[in-house]
């Protein structure tokens, strides 16, 4: 390996100058040439390629035939509603039962909200979606964006819970799949932050108390796994309370979502506070701008555009993370996925369900993957010149 | 902590006047600030104590540890020291904590391996290969982990019965009560052996420093490896011999319901292994590749100049380096391959999390419950973070 | 930043962190009374909480459109009756074997109906009530028919799947231990994958209550392949529980319990109750449909409650056959007392 290794890392051969302007031979460019140099450049080589393309090809056509040749999209369901799913039993495994998604898709996606009003968790979506596309938006990136999310968190609060404009009320219970997924994620993101900005600006405090207090607080949570936060938040919450008050599971799952987030955002942060040179402190002073004054105008602006790349990768880790409500019995969408092979008619099919859960989660987090890695690109070009 | 950089103001005298009493004086306000979120932050946690001390005594709930000496009734699957359902609470979750740090350790060393290889594969030549190291770590990165070791649970499940197993080498099982081989039978002979090969090992380190800090002031090469060879090898097999070189194979056989002997890896186990090793791995893929590529082409050419060879250049020239900007990032990896494994819990593995889990729901002592789980995972990311940052001290370029 | 001052503040710090280390010591709290009216709170929020399971076939279980069907639901849902003569001012909450009596304490849920065991402990140190029984239930094995085990004390060496956190757990290990059994475990909390653990193999045995088993076996694709071995080794009462506290709503769960039981006895359905109201002159039934005497009122509702539950829920047998009898399970011991079973309802009167 280390061989490989020390090939590519090796400086190219020097590539064709600008002034030579006749077209360099075939065994130089095009396809050949690339497939002689990036393919089969030695015997090591050649033998990785042919036993990966085997594998591959294998692996894809067996992929086709389970999840199109050999699947079923459909069964019959009886008069008294129960699906017959004996022809998916019969495949015993050559083929997918993706009549389970077809079945249960709305449910996966929005669990147990009322089935007449699913239009409004669809629309939260939308906006959920809506308002990531905006936020990655750089021209998009000025104070006002604080308020767009301000609004469309509202916005969404509203259309989830209804009980306004002629929508009838929903209680929290009765939220799931997907919309829970976004809105513990975001929610979790939203509140997070200010707060993760207050802990990375005491942790860099001159002020001893406030300076441990932030530090105590940012390693005890880093340092023990999300799931036990969010058992403490499930069982032991309840008991921090006086009698009488109590807050729904799910909140107390965010409140845990929430300092969780801010832990591990408020070190993203430090980075950027750091990050910046003491000129930018200095000059602030310089100036008499007062603590609140330097901070607000000078120090976070720059400092936040710095981290946006890693504040990304904490909210993909995030996004990820809330599947863990499983283990506290809250309907996020991996929940709601697993409780609908509940149905006996629908038990073993598991495979297929974690298929269709693992691409939506794919799909959101392999986008803002690719957005994350693009800006990173972009923000460090001036730094690369 | 010493992240702010020392205050130019420092060094110079302080002023000689005292403190006011004012708004206006800079250290005045820091106290008072100070003071305010200290109390509220006190004042919210007494609150938050003296409520759940309240709830305690009207639910009845005793608080307190007694409950570790009370016999715990509860099955534990996997265990590497002796236990029954006879023992108590203390000893289940001591069992716990060894199955954390069984998978946690092997994880560990398992996904470092795994991930250099990918990443390296990453930056291979051969397009086709590293186009697939890529496309796994996309893939297995933008999947949740919960999601990712159901999946292998699954797979693991759909293996045959033990009845119908694979058994591709003599002695060797694989069905879906998970994977059996051929061991020896462990006695004390061998715990001896074991004892010597592990002072073997220290020896021949020590050995070697002292070689090389020699070298190191006469130029002389010296020949260390028939004295590491002695001490590592010869010196374990030279007590095995003494103490009557006892044999005994272990070889696996369906008896009743189930293999029995040999070495056995549970369903569980793997599940939850090969789902960090492969998550994990595709993390760490990344920060190899990052902290290769940081090295300069002109460290290879110059190394290359000095006429070292390849494999020479990439031990002595570039890996070194590479290793100072791979470090860091590798620690946070390590800590959260440590807190992942505390997703067992789903898959049926019993780790700290699900003994402590169980032991809680049986008892009724939440808050001790969890006090525990959070008290293990906080030494262990401790233990980890204080092991790589004095690695990574030792590495650091010394500067001047 | 000098270093005097820094002292000042350093010594301050200190102060306040001893401080607040101290003070729980001093939050010291004479105990207040315990919870009170379980049934004004649940009037004046205008619905039932519910604490049910995340997911089991037959007792509570959401259907592909969101709603929650089964045994303990249609219980939530008659007493949601009971009180608001209105089976959909219920809210379902959906709770873990862990979390179920946190979340009953807290008040998060005004009653658990999950499978719960009655057991001593749960009755008094964890400060709940169980107003009812209504599932009798006790623990069996069941194993794959081609092992060829005819009796759990065949199970010798097995691997046994088992639900962990559950009395389930504990009865395995008692029952093994006097038996002289030695078996492996495989625990695991989600059912649905215990049971996916159990067809694959990964397990000889799987144990749960005899009902839990049955809804098993009936959901393989062969049922025949499987055998539930004849010893029961545990007695698992199972019913809904409330806090200690309200006598009151107590009354109201366990009545509401009794009346579907007598409805029953006395032939009385969701198709024919309205006859009934108008045509039947047996005493008993006249005072269960609020014909004759002031029974509902005795409990705070209305007379007519009974007829509402029976009109909108349908009596025990048929919440039983709605929702038990398509997974296979048979009455059994829950047979009414004039069939041999155990259900038996105090009289009305």
Not at chain 2, 138 to 151: C, K, S, T, W
Not at chain 2, 165 to 182: A, Y
Request: charged share 15%; proline share 5%; net charge positive.
């Amino acid at each position: 390996m280390a061989e490989t290794l020390a090939e590519s890392a090796a400086p190219r051969p020097a590539a064709v100058g600008p002034a030579e302007a006749r077209r360099p031979p075939m065994s130089v460019v095009g396809p050949v040439a690339w497939a002689r140099a990036s393919l089969f450049s030695s015997w090591w080589s050649t033998a990785i390629t042919l036993a990966l393309a085997y594998l591959l090809v294998r692996w894809a056509m067996g992929l086709v035939d389970w999840a199109f040749i050999n699947a079923i999209w459909s069964v019959p369901v009886n008069d008294q509603g129960i699906a017959q799913t004996q022809a998916c039993r019969a495949l015993e495994g050559r083929g997918a039962c993706w009549a389970v998604i077809t079945e249960k898709y709305r449910f996966i996606l929005f669990g147990t909200y009322p089935y007449d009003q699913h239009w409004r968790p669809l629309l939260c979506i939308l906006l959920f979606i809506g308002l990531y596309i905006v936020s990655a938006m750089r021209r998009f990136w000025r104070k006002e964006l604080a308020l767009v999310w301000v609004a469309t968190l509202v916005l969404i609060g509203v259309l989830m819970w209804g009980g306004i404009l002629g929508m009838p009320y929903v209680p929290q219970e009765r939220w799931g799949g997907l919309a829970i997924t976004l809105i513990l994620a975001t929610f979790g993101i939203a509140f997070a932050f200010p707060l993760a900005v207050l802990v990375a600006l005491g942790r860099r405090s001159r002020m001893p108390a406030i300076k441990t207090l932030c530090i105590v607080y940012v390693e005890l949570i880093r340092g023990v796994p999300l799931i036990s936060l969010l058992f403490m938040a499930s069982v032991m919450f309840p008991l921090f309370l006086p009698e009488g008050m109590n807050i729904d599971k799910l909140l107390r799952a965010q409140v845990a979502i929430i300092l969780f987030a801010a832990a591990y955002l408020a070190e993203v942060i430090r980075g950027g506070l750091q990050a910046l040179s003491r000129g930018q402190y200095e000059a602030a002073d310089a100036l008499g701008l007062s603590y609140w004054q330097k901070t607000g105008f000078i120090i976070l602006p720059q400092a936040l555009r710095l981290v946006i790349p890693p504040l990304v990768n904490t909210f993909i880790g995030l996004f990820k993370d809330t599947s863990l409500v499983l283990i506290i019995g809250i309907f996020d969408l991996l929940t709601a996925g697993k409780t609908a092979v509940v149905e006996p008619a629908w038990q073993g099919f598991g495979v297929e369900v974690y298929v269709f859960v693992g691409l939506i989660y794919f799909i959101f987090c392999f986008a803002m993957s690719r957005y994350s890695q693009g800006l990173e690109v972009e923000l460090n070009r001036h730094r690369v010149r | 902590m010493s992240d702010s950089a020392v205050d130019p103001r420092l060094l110079r005298p302080p002023p000689k006047r005292g403190m006011r009493l004012s708004w206006a004086d800079e250290r005045f306000r820091a106290i008072i600030w100070q003071v305010l979120i200290v109390g509220v932050v006190v004042g919210i946690v007494w609150w938050l104590v003296r409520n759940t001390q309240h709830n305690l005594e009207v639910r009845r709930i005793a608080t307190g540890f007694g409950f570790l000496n009370r016999e715990a009734g509860l099955p534990i699957g996997e265990h590497l020291i002796e236990y029954t359902p006879a023992s108590t609470y203390a000893r289940a979750l001591l069992v716990g904590v060894l199955n954390t740090l069984k998978v946690a350790v092997i994880g560990i060393v398992l996904a470092t391996i795994l991930g250099t290889l990918i990443g390296i594969a990453r930056l291979s030549k051969n397009w086709l290969l590293s186009r697939i190291a890529g496309a796994y770590i996309e893939a297995v990165r933008d999947v949740p982990l919960l999601l990712q070791l159901l999946f292998w649970y699954t797979i693991m499940q759909m293996l045959p019965a033990p009845r119908q197993s694979l058994n591709p080498v003599t002695g060797v099982f694989l069905s879906n009560r998970g994977l059996r081989l051929p061991w020896i039978q462990w006695q004390d002979a061998h715990s001896f052996a074991l004892l010597g090969f592990v002072i073997g090992v220290i020896g021949a380190i020590l050995y070697v420093r002292s070689a090389r800090a020699k070298r190191m002031q006469d130029g002389q090469p010296r020949k260390v490896w028939p004295a590491v060879l002695g001490l590592v090898v010869v010196l374990p097999l030279v007590i095995w011999a003494g103490l009557g070189a006892p044999w005994q194979g272990d070889i696996p056989a369906l008896r009743g319901f189930n293999f029995q002997g040999g070495f056995s890896v549970s369903p569980e186990y793997f599940a939850l292994l090969a789902g960090l090793v492969t998550y994990t791995a595709a993390f760490i893929a990344e920060i190899v590749r990052a902290g290769i590529q940081a090295v300069p082409a002109g460290q290879w050419e110059a190394a290359e100049a000095l006429g070292l060879s390849r494999s020479r250049v990439m031990r002595l020239i570039v890996l070194p380096q590479a290793l100072r900007v791979i470090v860091p990032p590798m620690t946070s990896q390590y800590l959260n391959l440590a807190k992942n494994s505390s997703l067992a819990v789903a898959i049926g593995y019993q780790d700290i999390v699900s003994i402590a889990n169980t032991t809680l729901n049986q008892t009724g002592q939440a808050i001790e419950g969890i006090a525990i789980i959070m008290a293990v995972y906080l030494c262990i990311s401790l233990s980890i973070s204080l092991f790589m940052n004095w690695y990574n001290a030792r590495i650091a370029l010394v500067e001047r | 930043m000098k270093p005097l001052r820094l002292a000042t503040l350093r010594a301050l710090g200190t102060a306040a962190l001893v401080t607040a280390a101290t003070f729980p010591a001093l939050a010291q709290q004479p105990a207040a009374a315990p919870t009170g009216a379980t049934l004004d709170a649940v009037k004046s929020r205008g619905t039932l909480v519910c604490g049910v399971n995340t997911g089991l076939a037959g007792f509570a279980q959401p259907d592909s459109q969101g709603v929650w069907k089964g045994f303990d639901v249609d219980y939530c849902r008659a007493i949601a009756v009971a009180i608001f003569n209105d089976p959909n001012k219920v809210r379902y909450v959906p709770t873990t074997a862990q979390n179920r009596f946190t979340a009953l304490q807290s008040g998060e849920v005004d009653l658990g109906a999950r499978n719960t065991t009655v057991t001593l402990s749960r009755d008094t140190s964890l400060g709940f009530d169980f107003p009812a029984i209504n599932f009798y239930d006790g623990q069996g094995f069941m194993v794959k028919a081609s092992l060829g085990v005819n009796s759990a004390k065949d199970l010798d060496g097995a691997t046994i799947c088992v639900q962990p956190g559950t009395t389930t757990e504990q009865n395995l290990t008692d029952w093994a231990r006097a038996n002289k059994i030695n078996f492996t475990p495989v625990v695991i909390e989600r059912l649905e994958e215990l049971v996916s653990a159990y067809a694959a193999g990964r397990c000889d045995a799987y144990t749960t209550d005899v009902s839990g088993l049955a809804a098993t076996r009936s959901a393989q694709p062969n049922p025949a392949e499987h055998k539930i071995l004849p010893e029961v080794i545990s007695k698992e009462p199972l019913g809904p529980f409330v806090r200690q506290g309200d006598p009151r709503f107590a009354d109201i769960v366990r009545w509401t319990h009794n009346a579907l039981l007598t409805a029953e006895e006395l032939g009385i359905t969701s198709a024919n109750v309205d006859k009934a109201v108008a045509e039947d002159t047996r005493p008993e039934a006249q005072r269960l449909l609020g014909k004759n005497g002031d029974l509902g009122k005795m409990l705070g509702l209305d007379n007519a409650w009974a007829v509402n539950v029976i009109k909108k829920i349908g009596n025990y047998g048929e919440i039983f056959t709605r929702n038990l009898e398509p997974i296979g399970i048979q009455r059994g011991p829950n047979a009414q007392w004039t069939q041999g079973g155990l259900q038996y309802s105090p009289p009305f009167r």
